[in-house]
């Protein structure tokens, strides 16, 4: 009798177990629906919005690809003039989003006059991504210093001083003097700040319409701004639009390196004297 009724217990438990087992594999097979599901919504979300941006990227070039021909026709003066025409729009209207197009290809043809250097359709969108203060990512050798050359001078014509920062004092250097053909040719003041620069030379340098320097060099003089007294002396007299090389390098593994400075005490402190007690 008892071994009947164990072998009866036995058999009930396996059913309780097989229908626990049920359950949790019909929840499983639930959760697994809702997973896939949630991942297509995501997939088409975000795909809708890529093939969006490259729709209008790709409209952008177009515009640019037209204006070739007729921008290659104007002589090394008219483009010359194209800055002070840019910017008395930008005076009277407060935007430049329609001239775009224009201003993208005539730095496109002074590139080509001054470096022999013609941006491709993939620079031109990049230029446009960094105009829109988005990160671009490019491959080493897809020319990423010729597409700084398009947003930097997009926003120069803002009246913003544009701030080019690399990762050491070399690159610093051979983009000024590269670059610089591009920007002195349209009517642009370029400046170069390493640590060689000497400091009383550095707000001068600051104050041209291009400055390439490093983020060490850039942070430093930011903090000795903070202890000037003297407007004219200041690195940073007016906003800015940066354009920073390696952004993962400079903005997640350099930021983890505090930069500290630190300079006299206005008052000698060895004159001053605890009062006495009594």
Same mark, same amino acid.
């Given at each position: 009798?008892? $071994?009947?009724?164990?072998?009866?217990?036995?058999?009930?438990? =396996?059913?309780?177990?097989?229908?626990?087992?049920?359950? $949790?594999?019909?929840?499983?097979?639930?959760?697994?629906?809702?997973?896939?599901?949630?991942?297509?919504?995501?997939?088409?979300?975000?795909?809708?919005?890529?093939?969006?941006? #490259?729709?209008?990227?790709?409209?952008?070039?177009?515009?640019?690809?037209?204006?070739? @021909?007729?921008?290659?026709?104007?002589?090394?003066?008219?483009?010359?003039?194209?800055?002070?025409?840019?910017?008395? @729009?930008?005076?009277?209207?407060?935007?430049?989003?329609?001239?775009?197009?224009?201003?993208?290809?005539?730095?496109?043809?002074?590139?080509?006059?001054?470096?022999?250097?013609?941006?491709?359709?993939? $620079?031109?969108?990049?230029?446009?991504?960094?105009?829109?203060?988005?990160?671009?990512?490019?491959?080493?050798?897809?020319?990423?210093?010729?597409?700084?050359?398009?947003?930097?001078?997009?926003?120069?014509?803002?009246?913003?001083?544009?701030?080019?920062?690399?990762?050491?004092?070399?690159?610093?250097?051979?983009?000024?003097?590269?670059?610089?053909?591009?920007?002195?040719?349209?009517?642009?003041?370029?400046?170069?700040?390493?640590? @060689?620069?000497?400091?009383? &030379?550095? =707000?001068?340098?600051? /104050?041209?319409?291009?400055?390439?320097?490093?983020?060490?060099?850039?942070?430093? /003089?930011?903090?000795?701004?903070?202890?000037?007294?003297?407007?004219?002396?200041?690195?940073?007299?007016?906003?800015?639009?940066?354009?920073? &090389? @390696?952004?993962?390098?400079?903005?997640? &593994?350099?930021?983890?390196?505090? #930069?500290?400075?630190?300079?006299?005490?206005?008052? /000698?402190? =060895?004159?001053?004297?605890?009062?006495?007690?009594?």
């Amino acid at each position: 009798f008892f $071994q009947a009724e164990d072998g009866i217990r036995d058999v009930e438990r =396996s059913r309780g177990l097989g229908d626990v087992y049920k359950r $949790q594999r019909n929840i499983f097979h639930i959760l697994t629906a809702i997973y896939h599901n949630m991942i297509n919504i995501v997939n088409k979300l975000f795909g809708s919005i890529k093939s969006n941006s #490259l729709k209008k990227y790709a409209s952008f070039v177009e515009k640019v690809n037209k204006l070739e @021909e007729e921008i290659s026709k104007l002589s090394d003066q008219e483009l010359k003039n194209k800055t002070n025409y840019f910017r008395s @729009e930008f005076k009277e209207t407060g935007s430049i989003n329609k001239l775009l197009p224009e201003i993208f290809a005539v730095v496109r043809e002074v590139s080509k006059r001054t470096l022999n250097m013609r941006h491709y359709d993939v $620079q031109i969108i990049g230029g446009m991504v960094l105009y829109e203060n988005k990160i671009t990512e490019m491959k080493t050798g897809e020319g990423k210093t010729l597409v700084a050359t398009l947003a930097a001078y997009a926003n120069a014509l803002e009246n913003l001083s544009v701030h080019i920062i690399t990762v050491n004092d070399y690159l610093a250097k051979r983009d000024a003097e590269w670059m610089g053909n591009i920007y002195n040719f349209l009517g642009l003041s370029v400046g170069c700040v390493t640590a @060689e620069t000497a400091h009383e &030379d550095r =707000s001068s340098k600051y /104050d041209a319409d291009i400055v390439y320097a490093t983020n060490n060099e850039i942070g430093f /003089d930011y903090l000795r701004d903070n202890l000037k007294n003297d407007y004219n002396n200041l690195c940073f007299k007016k906003n800015a639009f940066a354009i920073v &090389d @390696e952004v993962d390098s400079i903005l997640i &593994d350099e930021a983890r390196t505090c #930069l500290l400075y630190t300079s006299p005490s206005p008052r /000698d402190l =060895s004159t001053s004297r605890m009062p006495s007690s009594a």
